[in-house]
């Protein structure tokens, strides 16, 4: 059987998503600012895209995690939220030089865009899952997580910005190393399919390899003293996907297939760079010199009346 070798780089990101107005058709702009909190880790000059029935919202993520839309609080229920990357996209915590080519989703109504809510908005585009609510829903994406993920979740909410709460918080780091090993993999999972990423056979997948990967970060989780400074680094191994002629994932051949352990990788985390301050540069103070002050003439003090001879002789 031949295997292709993914090996998926692993981070930190900080984002915030920076709402503006949509369409000419647009409400015009009120007091009710909604805000918006993308995490991958966060991610920085990311673009957003709020599609709100007819009303499209689009904004650019800065590195405060928080996107400030000014849109009513109904209207927001029925907005489907992404944030995708391009060239200038990248992940706050590896700094500038990284890149971030992705596109992240939400659940309707949701004010959070992380992984978790990636995988819940594939979940709800199967039209098995119509209709059920959001608890329900994150309760299929633990169940396709495998059953290790309960271990690493636990009551912890996984629609929520898990990165405001890693300060101190073993919980929230689990949580977050959890969401950045499953993210990396769906990416690869999509590019597995070889054009054939179909609902069906991403979902097929997902449940596939996914509880593989969290039994690898579960594992990785219970020897890593420090999670707060080290991101995680998977190695995973697909097997090549077999397809029948119309598309589709053979469910027979797949079911057959034994997915390689995953390895963990651990590195450093590294420093955010502080911002360069260039200094101002100092001012010399422009002297004006003072003009030399004339001195004014003295005045004579003669009579002016000569006293000499006449001009002629007088011998």
């Not at 920085?44 to 007819?54: H, S």
């Not at 997580?145 to 309960?150: H, Q, R, V, Y």
């Not at 919980?171 to 769906?186: D, H, I």
């Not at 400074?229 to 190695?235: D, L, M, Q, R, T």
Request: net charge negative; with cysteine; proline share 6%.
């Amino acid at each position: 059987m031949r295997f292709n070798k993914l090996v998926i780089a692993m981070g930190l990101a900080t984002a915030t998503l920076v709402g503006c107005g949509g369409s000419s058709d647009s409400p015009e702009p009120t007091e009710n600012v909604n805000s918006i909190t993308a995490i991958d880790g966060y991610i920085v000059k990311g673009n957003v895209e709020l599609k709100c029935n007819d009303e499209t919202y689009t904004g650019k993520t800065d590195i405060k995690g928080v996107a400030k839309i000014d849109i009513v609080d109904e209207m927001i229920e029925d907005c489907a939220v992404s944030v995708v990357g391009d060239d200038d996209t990248y992940d706050f915590d590896k700094g500038e030089g990284s890149s971030w080519k992705h596109t992240m989703r939400s659940l309707k109504g949701q004010r959070v865009i992380n992984p978790y809510t990636d995988i819940a908005a594939t979940l709800a585009d199967d039209p098995t899952n119509v209709g059920k609510s959001t608890e329900e829903i994150m309760g299929l994406v633990i169940d396709t997580l495998g059953p290790d993920a309960a271990n690493i979740i636990g009551d912890f909410d996984i629609f929520s910005d898990f990165g405001a709460n890693t300060t101190g918080s073993n919980e929230a780091q689990k949580v977050r190393v959890l969401a950045e090993s499953t993210f990396a993999v769906t990416i690869k999972i999509a590019s597995s399919l070889e054009g054939k990423d179909t609902l069906a056979n991403r979902l097929a997948l997902f449940k596939k390899v996914l509880p593989v990967v969290t039994k690898a970060t579960s594992d990785a989780i219970d020897i890593t003293s420090d999670l707060g400074n080290i991101v995680f680094v998977p190695v995973v191994t697909i097997p090549t996907i077999e397809f029948n002629d119309d598309g589709g994932i053979d469910a027979d051949k797949l079911a057959s297939i034994v997915i390689p352990p995953v390895t963990i990788d651990k590195v450093v985390k590294p420093k955010p760079v502080s911002p360069v301050t260039t200094p101002t540069p100092a001012v010399t103070p422009v002297v004006t010199p003072t003009p030399a002050v004339t001195p004014t003439p003295a005045t004579g003090t003669g009579t002016g009346t000569g006293t000499g001879g006449d001009d002629v002789n007088q011998g």
